[in-house]
């Protein structure tokens, strides 16, 4: 790992919307210290359901109720355990702060999508993820490779039968199908880098995302590859100081760059529309 390497999670801002990682790189400390503050209370409710996330397949073990005939998740059960976990990861949070601030509190609707998610997981996929990921292989490794150049930390390496295979945890909702195109390429580039660090007969064909409680299983392929040193390529270019071409229009109206973003000379394209008169 070196000055040039590039970052998985700046990859996933990439993916996201390039022109935001190119004017986050140019930030001043200042202002991203003023970002920080502005973010604070999301930030930490985030941090403390993400903690959580690495709790709960321990949690959903010592939920389930054994009987003669089938196992089953005790909801109450596995409530009291979450809401009990919540209180001594607020507690932990709150010894290392350095605000007066309390974190916030976990909203109990939250409480209840995890419950239901975690039930969808145990009806796609039995017990079986539960298990893997309460017993990694690695919990946050840093990871780095110089073929791609790339370094991270996955949330969790997990051993599924004997193999690995990266386990990435997300406290955003799960598309419809799938999983979202940003993340299947940072599970790529952790793909590429256990199978450097660990050789290719110890990995596993799939890779996993949790999104809050719900499990994805998909297989990382050869596109999915080719746009991690695309995007290792173009992140490289950032760095040297070239605002990419691409941006995520749909994100333009909440985003903080939006005013530095905006182009300050008519482009050759919008002046052919005036002369042209179309609109």
């Known amino acids: 790992m070196n000055d040039k390497s590039v970052a998985v999670s700046e990859i996933r801002q990439w993916t996201i919307c390039p022109r935001q990682l190119y004017f986050k790189i140019g930030e001043s400390e200042k202002e991203q210290k003023a970002e920080e503050k502005e973010n604070k209370t999301n930030k930490m409710k985030t941090e403390i359901l993400k903690e959580l996330l690495y709790e709960l397949p321990e949690i959903i073990q010592n939920s389930i109720n054994k009987n003669q005939d089938d196992f089953f998740i005790d909801n109450n059960k596995l409530r009291r355990q979450i809401e009990e976990t919540i209180k001594e990861i607020n507690i932990e949070f709150e010894e290392n702060r350095t605000e007066p601030e309390l974190p916030p509190l976990i909203l109990e609707n939250e409480i209840e999508t995890l419950i239901e998610n975690t039930h969808k997981t145990v009806e796609r996929n039995g017990f079986l993820l539960h298990d893997a990921a309460a017993d990694p292989f690695k919990i946050e490794p840093l990871i780095c490779s110089e073929k791609p150049d790339i370094y991270g930390r996955p949330s969790k390496i997990l051993i599924c039968g004997d193999k690995l295979l990266p ?70 270019e950032i760095k040297k100081g070239k605002m990419p071409a691409e941006k995520n229009i749909f994100l333009c109206k909440t985003c903080r760059y939006h005013e530095k973003c905006r182009p300050k000379m008519k482009t050759i394209f919008t002046k052919l529309f005036e002369k042209t008169g179309f609109k």
């Open 167 to 236: 386990y990435i945890i997300r406290t955003s909702k799960a598309p419809q199908n799938g999983i979202w195109e940003s993340d299947r390429i940072i599970t790529a580039a952790y793909f590429m880098m256990i199978e450097k660090e660990y050789g290719h007969r110890q990995l596993s064909k799939y890779s996993m995302i949790d999104y809050f409680g719900e499990y994805r299983i998909f297989q990382v392929n050869s596109i999915d590859k080719k746009k991690v040193f695309r995007a290792i390529r173009k992140i490289k």
